[in-house]
Structure formats: structure tokens, C-alpha cells
């Protein structure tokens, strides 16, 4: 499924976010990310390493002094175009209250700040 159709589906608002990640797979693995858009459902990151789509994994991010880890799963992958980089589009899963709350300042941070990402 292209990110089209998911922009067509999207059903929140994404903002322009840059916080570190790393994303921890089932079998331990950590794979450093960079963060680049969220939402209250997800977000966009790009890492070195691709993860292929339907991958559940366990995210944190680190903006400042501000952390959140919080279950994710992959939804769709863009290649590195030869850039070594890819891109991901990452569901999050279900979320204890304390990881809503974070999302939540976060997102109501950046609405003051107006820097929504328009749909693609």
C-alpha cells in the first residue's frame, strides 16, 4: 500500500517533529532512528537499517529531557533511493496513559507552534 493511500486515510494530524528514536525489535535488535513526524497515532522516522513493514517493535524517543517508549509496528517503508537512509511510517500500538500524555504535550506544543505537515 503506497503512502498516499495512508495520507488519503490519515484521520489526525501529523506535525513536523525532529527527535532521536531508537526502535528495539522482538529479537533485541536496536536500530537508531531519527524522528520527522508525529501524530497522535504514529509517526515517521529513518533509520540506516530497513524494517520491514508489519514489524513490531518498541520505540523511544528522546526529545531533549523528554522521553517516551512506546509499542509500534511498521506500516510502510520507503527505499534509500541509493541514499542509505529509509523511511518509515510507524502505528502506534496501545499505550499506557503516562505515553498518551507525552504524545499529547508534544503534540499540543507543536499546534502552537503551527508546523503541520500537509497531507502528501
Given at each position: 500500500?503506497?503512502?498516499?493511500?495512508?495520507?488519503?486515510?490519515?484521520?489526525?494530524?501529523?506535525?513536523?517533529?525532529?527527535?532521536?528514536?531508537?526502535?528495539?525489535?522482538?529479537?533485541?535488535?536496536?536500530?537508531?532512528?531519527?524522528?520527522?513526524?508525529?501524530?497522535?497515532?504514529?509517526?515517521?522516522?529513518?533509520?540506516?537499517?530497513?524494517?520491514?513493514?508489519?514489524?513490531?517493535?518498541?520505540?523511544?524517543?528522546?526529545?531533549?529531557?523528554?522521553?517516551?517508549?512506546?509499542?509500534?509496528?511498521?506500516?510502510?517503508?520507503?527505499?534509500?533511493?541509493?541514499?542509505?537512509?529509509?523511511?518509515?511510517?510507524?502505528?502506534?500500538?496501545?499505550?499506557a496513559a503516562e505515553q498518551a500524555t507525552a504524545i499529547s504535550a508534544w503534540l499540543r506544543d507543536l499546534a502552537s507552534k503551527k508546523t503541520k505537515?500537509?497531507?502528501?
Amino acid at each position: 500500500m503506497s503512502e498516499t493511500s495512508f495520507a488519503v486515510r490519515r484521520a489526525n494530524p501529523r506535525f513536523a517533529f525532529f527527535a532521536e528514536a531508537e526502535a528495539t525489535l522482538r529479537d533485541g535488535t536496536s536500530v537508531p532512528a531519527q524522528v520527522s513526524e508525529l501524530s497522535s497515532r504514529g509517526c515517521y522516522i529513518d533509520t540506516l537499517e530497513p524494517i520491514p513493514i508489519g514489524t513490531e517493535l518498541r520505540l523511544r524517543i528522546s526529545n531533549g529531557i523528554n522521553t517516551c517508549e512506546l509499542p509500534g509496528k511498521v506500516i510502510y517503508m520507503h527505499s534509500g533511493y541509493g541514499m542509505g537512509i529509509f523511511g518509515m511510517g510507524v502505528v502506534f500500538e496501545t499505550m499506557a496513559a503516562e505515553q498518551a500524555t507525552a504524545i499529547s504535550a508534544w503534540l499540543r506544543d507543536l499546534a502552537s507552534k503551527k508546523t503541520k505537515v500537509p497531507p502528501c
